[in-house]
């Protein structure tokens, strides 16, 4: 006759019923519920982490690149030298032809959209307040493709009335106090120049539509102009400060940078949005590893309650391990269902875990802005994360992950009890008895 192959049903009837303790045996069954307890709250705070940090990048990146180009083409700054005093002056790099320059970009595969920009510092000012603001000089169309900026749900506002005044950030809105329809004065420290040196430039503008591009420092900082009034307003005639680049895969751009530069000609420099945020993203990528191997020794010293339950239970079961043997069990059959029980109890945990987990992460902005409200605010401060929301994404690879390791370890720290309990010599077990 042939032996039963190795886990077969008998066997997991065997450890199923041994996993149920009798009333007799509590103290088995109350680490069985730690056990189970214990893992499921790891695997659930390993899921939930997971999930809120692959969220928090992915929104990162989102209101990065929804309201800034994923490369931006400038000219090095030029040396002048004084022929009479033979002083140097350094003076910022400009693009004269910027329309042709922009038109050989965009003929670079890969690239989707290209802009001539302007860019400058001013302060702006209204009802007695003030604010630090940086603008944009951009056509109508060029903000139109801005997808943080044109959101409807997050904007008032009409973009066709750009071209006759500026659209703000909420932010700076809400500190100028000022909404549509309203004036803004902007200041420039470099403006005309006069016998007596150069004056600030002073202009008012009117506010003509005002978004939120969901990062903090953007709402608060940025403004927006037609780019013929900004080349005016700047005395940049006839010359564009940058020029804006937009590829199809923004996570590898700089797969683009030596073809832009090639495109571009000589002096030309490029700045991607991952040399802008590159140490950041950094930073998220090393917390993620770090909060991974946190997590995991949670898990770790939860499943090694499973040890503490089996070795009871292999103590208390000693009789019947005796007789199980003196039937015909094999070392390798008693290994297999002091195995499964505690395989039992790790998939349980992990079952429970993920369920909690996976509720947890669809909810967490909810949490958070109950815990915001508890505490007026201080468990959540846009100014200093960037963005207004704790946002989650749940991906199958990080859920795989969490199952992954909560069951290894589960399966791991039970071969040692059961080892234990296979070589149990029948005999010792039935001597008293």
Not at 41 to 46: H, P, R, T
């Amino acid at each position: 006759m042939s032996s039963p192959a190795p886990f077969s049903r008998y066997e997991f009837l065997i450890a199923w019923r041994y996993l149920r303790a009798r009333r007799a045996e509590g103290g088995v069954s109350v680490m069985t519920w730690i056990s189970i307890i214990g893992i499921a709250l790891g695997v659930m705070a390993l899921i939930a982490t997971l999930a809120v940090r692959a969220g928090f990048r992915t929104e990162f990146v989102d209101t990065i690149l929804g309201a800034n180009a994923h490369s931006t083409v400038y000219m090095a700054p030029q040396e002048i030298r004084n022929e009479y005093t033979t002083d140097v002056y350094v003076v910022p790099g400009r693009i004269q032809d910027y329309d042709a320059m922009a038109d050989k970009l965009a003929l670079v595969p890969g690239v989707t959209r290209t802009a001539a920009i302007i860019r400058g510092q001013v302060m702006a000012s209204a009802n007695d307040n003030s604010n630090v603001a940086e603008v944009f000089g951009v056509s109508l169309d060029d903000l139109k493709a801005m997808p943080r900026i044109v959101d409807p749900e997050t904007s008032v506002g009409d973009l066709a009335q750009f071209d006759q005044g500026i659209a703000i950030g909420s932010g700076i809105a809400r500190e100028l106090a000022v909404g549509l329809g309203d004036k803004v004065r902007l200041i420039a420290p470099e403006g005309a120049k006069t016998a007596f040196g150069t004056s600030p430039r002073v202009k008012a503008y009117t506010v003509t539509y005002i978004f939120s591009a969901g990062r903090y420092d953007i709402d608060r900082t940025r403004v927006y102009m037609p780019i013929a009034e900004a080349q005016s307003y700047f005395n940049r005639e006839g010359v564009a400060d940058e020029v804006e680049v937009f590829v199809e895969d923004p996570e590898r751009v700089a797969d683009w940078t030596l073809p832009l530069i090639e495109a571009a000609g000589q002096g030309a420099q490029v700045w991607t949005w991952q040399d802008a945020s590159g140490s950041f993203l950094s930073a998220l990528d090393m917390e993620d590893d770090v909060m991974f191997v946190i997590l995991s020794v949670l898990v770790l010293i939860a499943s090694m309650n499973i040890t503490s339950g089996l070795i009871m239970l292999v103590k208390n079961k000693g009789r019947d391990i005796g007789i199980l043997r003196t039937m015909g069990l094999t070392e390798g059959a008693v290994m297999r269902v002091f195995f499964l029980c505690g395989a039992f109890t790790g998939i349980i945990g992990t079952i429970i875990g993920v369920i909690l987990g996976v509720l947890l992460a669809l909810n967490v902005d909810s949490i958070m802005a109950l815990l915001n409200t508890i505490t007026s605010g201080g468990a959540w401060q846009p100014e200093v994360r960037g963005i207004y929301r704790l946002p989650a994404e749940l991906r199958a690879w990080d859920i795989f992950r969490a199952v992954g390791l909560s069951l290894l370890l589960s399966f791991i720290v039970t071969i040692f009890p059961a080892r234990r309990a296979a070589r149990m010599n029948p005999v010792e077990a039935l001597r008293y008895e």
